[in-house]
């Protein structure tokens, strides 16, 4: 048995364990399932946790993009916007992630919504709920942050798996 197949159970032998994410191999790097690397990504109750925390976002985004009092035409019309930034992979994987990722988290989407506060503007608080929603909508899809080596492989898993 590898180093991924068992844990120790207290004593000096090692048993077999069914539940629960690979172990990491002593450098860190996850053993993953058919050789994918699984280093960062998040499995278990804790994936659970942040589909749901993504499921409170969307949530949370509506009722923001809600007081603007704009259509909710305008929700369906921009949701994909924040896809376009996968178009820095045309620049490499780095870049690719780098652009995706900044539209991906929360960063982008608050900056938009406080920007909005300070300069009382409906158009920043619609693009920054628009994000948010995005956001929280992809988290409950299991999509996540992307790593540099593998535009498929996210902090929540991979999406080919």
Do not use: C, I
């Not at 994987?93 to 900044?102: D, F, M, S």
């Amino acid at each position: 048995m590898s180093a991924t197949d068992v844990r120790t159970t207290g004593s000096s032998t090692a048993a077999p364990v069914d539940a629960g994410p690979p172990l990491l191999t002593p450098d860190g790097a996850g053993s993953g399932v058919h050789g994918a690397r699984t280093d960062g990504v998040v499995t278990g109750r804790p994936r659970a946790w942040l589909r749901v925390e993504g499921l409170a976002v969307a949530v949370a985004a509506l009722a923001v993009f809600a007081t603007t009092g704009q259509p909710w035409w305008l929700v369906l019309a921009l949701f994909l916007v924040p896809d376009l930034s996968a178009l820095g992979y045309l620049a490499g994987p780095e870049v690719g992630a780098w652009t995706y990722n900044l539209a991906h988290t929360a960063t982008l989407p608050l900056a938009l919504l406080a920007a909005a506060a300070v300069w009382d503007s409906d158009a920043l608080t619609v693009a920054g709920a628009v994000g948010l929603f995005h956001l929280g909508a992809d988290r409950v899809l299991g999509y996540g942050v992307k790593y540099d080596h593998d535009p498929a492989t996210t902090h929540l898993g991979s999406r080919s798996s």
